[in-house]
Each structure stands twice: as structure tokens, then as C-alpha cells.
């Protein structure tokens, strides 16, 4: 069974969908949307995996943001959801009284979304989270990501060697790009203490103190994700943060960023699943 939910959130109404579940668990998953879209997501993905969940015994609940789908206000940034999370979790409780605890899922900035509001709220009610490439973008990130994976990958592909020996590059153009990338590097690789990183600082600080269990799902074919990989691994604050006991990882060699095949999805909602059961105490009757 699905359902309508509207609710209120900083005097806009908000509108949800909720995947009713049989039985009375007391653990609830709340999907969160990212980017410029609404509740159903790329390619059907947060329809589809609410009702995969709801039919393993997990209620699921996905909505618009303010100003998103049929929901109405101003579009905040995802720097600025933690009000329509809140809103949104209360709303879940209310709608299904048995649930206490909430994991929330994300993919893209609704993951970078999901941490933020947990370093906002630090709402005892999350008892986990689901974090699919997260969205870290900062100058030097973007930069370091293009020259390490974009311009190797270029190098090693026979349709740009053929492509350059028929005049068919701009030499000139190309170095000017590949030189403007290599000095946003540099410049940006000072001590993490003498500058602001802003909400790349918030996440870190929010998955270095929440203690419940968190999985990350990272895509092989997709920038975000090795641009994530690279941030995390050279950043001062994120050092050890996705290696915690408590931080359980998965790749998915071929998936691009919003898992765009039926098999990728499905492999996404296995592995939700699997970790739910086995990660978060899940009273499901």
C-alpha cells in the first residue's frame, strides 16, 4: 500500500509518499532526494526502491523538498534541507507510530544532505544512513579527479590517438586547459587548518561523531564518486573516516552515478537490504 502524505515545513506544505509496510517494525527508511528532481528519482530508482523495501517489511517514506515537485516554496540548496528532513521524519512518526528509529538514504548531495542534517540535529532517532556517492565538489577536488582519472583515461584511448594525429585536438587548448587544472591543485593543497571548507568540513565532523552504523555505495564509472575517493583520502579531516568500524563500504565496478540500468538498481536495493538486516536491529513482525 502507498499513500499521500502532506505536511508543514516552515509554512510550506510539503508532499511525501509512503510505502506501508506489514508488520510493526520499528526502524523506517527515509529516502531523500538529490539534485534538481523530485520523489521518484532517476530512472524510477526511489519509487522502486521504496516499494522493494516496504515488501521486505520496512515502511518507506520518499518526498519533495521546499519548492520541489508538488511541493511548494522557494528550492533550498542541500546545504539548507535539514528543516524539510525534520519536517519530513515527523511526519514519517506520525504516519506510522510503531517507527522510532530512521535510516536515511541518499544519493549525491541528498547524501552529503543526510550528514548535514545530522550535524545540524543530531536527531537520536537516526539509526543509520545510507550514503551513495556523496557530493564533496570543491575547486581543488574537481581539479585533482579531471587530471588523475579524465586526462590518464584520454591517454590511453586509441580514438584520441587517431583523433590527434588527423589534427582533429586543439594541442594548444588542451595544454592551456590541463595547466589551469595543475595550479588550481597546487594552490588549493594548503594545510586543512588555513582554510574553510565549509560543508565538506560539517560532513566529516558529522560522520567522525555519529556512531550508528553507515554504508557507502560508490559507483565505478562516476566522477562524484572518484572525486569523493580522492577528497576523502587527501583531506586532513576526512583521514580514516570511511575506513571506521562502523562505516561499511560497496562498489559497484560499472555503475555510473544514478545506477542507471535495472541491474545496477537492483543490486543497489540487495544491498540496502542486506545491510539493514544486518546492520540496524530491525523488528519487522
Known amino acids: 500500500m502507498e499513500r499521500a502524505l502532506t505536511f508543514k515545513c516552515r509554512g510550506e506544505q510539503l508532499v511525501g509518499?509512503?510505502?506501508e509496510?506489514?508488520?510493526t517494525s520499528s526502524v523506517g527508511v527515509l529516502v531523500l532526494v538529490g539534485g534538481p528532481q523530485y520523489r521518484v528519482g532517476s530512472h524510477r530508482q526511489f519509487l522502486l526502491l521504496a516499494r522493494r523495501l516496504a515488501e521486505a517489511g520496512l515502511p518507506t517514506m520518499r518526498f519533495d523538498y521546499r519548492g520541489m515537485?508538488?511541493?511548494?516554496?522557494?528550492?533550498p540548496s542541500f546545504e539548507e534541507t535539514a528543516p524539510d528532513i525534520e519536517a519530513a521524519i515527523g511526519a514519517f512518526k506520525s504516519a506510522c507510530p510503531n517507527v522510532g528509529r530512521v535510516v536515511l538514504w541518499g544519493l549525491c548531495d541528498?547524501?552529503?544532505?543526510?550528514?548535514l542534517y545530522w550535524r545540524t540535529a543530531r536527531d537520536p532517532s537516526i539509526a543509520g544512513m545510507i550514503l551513495l556517492n556523496p557530493w564533496i565538489r570543491s575547486a581543488q577536488s574537481i581539479a585533482t579527479t579531471h587530471v588523475k582519472h579524465y586526462y590518464v583515461q584520454r591517454l590511453l584511448d586509441r580514438q584520441f590517438w587517431a583523433k590527434l594525429a588527423s589534427g582533429g585536438v586543439n594541442v594548444t587548448s588542451a595544454l592551456r586547459e590541463l595547466i589551469a587544472k595543475l595550479?588550481?591543485?597546487s594552490r588549493h593543497q594548503q594545510p586543512a587548518g588555513e582554510r574553510d571548507l565549509g560543508f565538506q568540513d560539517r560532513m566529516a565532523a558529522a560522520l567522525a561523531e555519529f556512531g550508528g552504523p553507515v554504508l557507502l555505495i560508490l559507483s565505478g564509472r562516476d566522477y562524484t564518486a572518484k572525486e569523493f575517493l580522492e577528497?576523502?583520502?587527501?583531506?586532513?579531516?576526512?583521514?580514516?573516516?570511511?575506513?571506521?568500524?562502523?562505516v561499511a563500504r560497496a562498489d559497484l565496478a560499472k555503475a555510473d552515478h544514478t545506477f542507471s540500468t535495472s541491474a545496477w538498481r537492483r543490486e543497489v536495493e540487495a544491498l540496502t537490504l542486506d545491510w539493514l538486516n544486518r546492520s540496524v536491529c530491525i523488528d519487522a513482525k
Open 69 to 75: 515537485g508538488d511541493s511548494t516554496g522557494a528550492v
Open 110 to 115: 541528498a547524501a552529503s544532505a543526510a550528514l
Open 17 to 19: 509518499v509512503l510505502s
Open 21 to 23: 509496510a506489514a508488520g
Open 231 to 246: 577528497y576523502a583520502g587527501a583531506n586532513r579531516q576526512w583521514k580514516g573516516l570511511i575506513t571506521r568500524d562502523n
Open 183 to 185: 595550479f588550481t591543485m
